[in-house]
Nanobody, 116 residues
Framework: QVQLVESGGGLVQAGESLRLSCVASGRIDTIIFPRWYRQAPGKQRELVAGITSGGSTNYADSVKGRFTISRDNTKNKVFLQMNRLKPEDTAVYYC??????????WGQGTQVTVSS
């Protein structure tokens, strides 16, 4: 099993930055695809960014050029650097990982609120 804990959320003004962190524990050797999702009130959860074991990244169109996903070499931490935040980025952000058995695990989420 894998346990995930997110941190770094908060209240910021439009144009400011935040850096989210996700710390994994447990069977981190099985993690192959860390991702960040978000869910705004009344909306479906959506994929924000993902990173493969080889370092390839993908982003939602709405965050390209503003958000950057990264992971540390020990593979137990994943980050989401969010720049030039917009009010529409307001959501609960969730860390998600996929293991080599394609089992997904979720963190508890961290709130990001961007005021205009």
């Amino acid at each position: 099993q894998v346990q995930l804990v997110e941190s770094g959320g908060g209240l910021v003004q439009a144009g400011e930055s935040l850096r989210l962190s996700c710390v994994a524990s447990g069977r981190i050797d099985t993690i192959i695809f860390p991702r960040w999702y978000r869910q705004a009130p009344g909306k479906q959860r959506e994929l924000v960014a993902g990173i493969t074991s080889g370092g390839s990244t993908n982003y939602a169109d709405s965050v390209k050029g503003r958000f950057t996903i990264s992971r540390d070499n020990t593979k137990n931490k994943v980050f989401l650097q969010m720049n030039r935040l917009k009010p529409e980025d307001t959501a609960v952000y969730y860390c998600n990982v996929l293991t080599n058995q394609f089992i997904p695990y979720w963190g508890q989420g961290t709130q990001v609120t961007v005021s205009s």
